[in-house]
């Protein structure tokens, strides 16, 4: 059995989505031109409307809290394969007294954040809702 991952070769293809072209460009940027990645500047429940048992393991990094939950996960749950994994990095708000003041700052910090990093990214979904009943198309990126 090998021991370290040099002694095999690991092959994986890898899908980033974001819904903010922004995003997507920053994530290109970071990860350079070598790396085993299609980018795709998507909405997640579109892209993983597309792709049912696609993926062995889904990663979700500051996304969950943006959108409601339970239609999320539902999901993820229809584009992992079976024995699939969901890893999950993201934001929580912890209740109760003893977590006021993180729960305030961490707001704060997020809609900093948001004014700068997001102004210029693409429009809501609820945004894009209102393009497709006036029959425009529409483009995420």
């Not at 696609?54 to 809290?65: E, K, M, S």
């Not at 007294?97 to 693409?122: G, H, P, T």
């Amino acid at each position: 059995m090998p021991t370290s991952a040099s002694a095999f070769e690991i092959q994986s293809d890898f899908d980033a989505i974001d819904f903010a072209g922004g995003m997507i460009a920053e994530a290109k940027r970071r990860t350079g031109d070598n790396a085993a990645i299609e980018y795709a500047c998507a909405d997640m429940f579109d892209w993983l409307a597309r792709f049912p048992e696609a993926y062995d393991c889904i990663l979700t990094v500051g996304t969950l809290h943006h959108v409601d939950l339970t239609s999320a996960l539902r999901a993820i749950s229809r584009a992992l394969k079976p024995g699939g994994r969901l890893l999950v990095l993201d934001l929580v708000r912890r209740p109760g007294w003893r977590y006021v003041l993180i729960n305030i700052a961490a707001f704060i910090v997020a809609r900093v954040r948001e004014a700068l990093i997001f102004r210029f990214a693409s429009p809501r979904p609820s945004h894009l809702a209102i393009f497709d009943r006036m029959g425009r198309t529409r483009e995420l990126c």
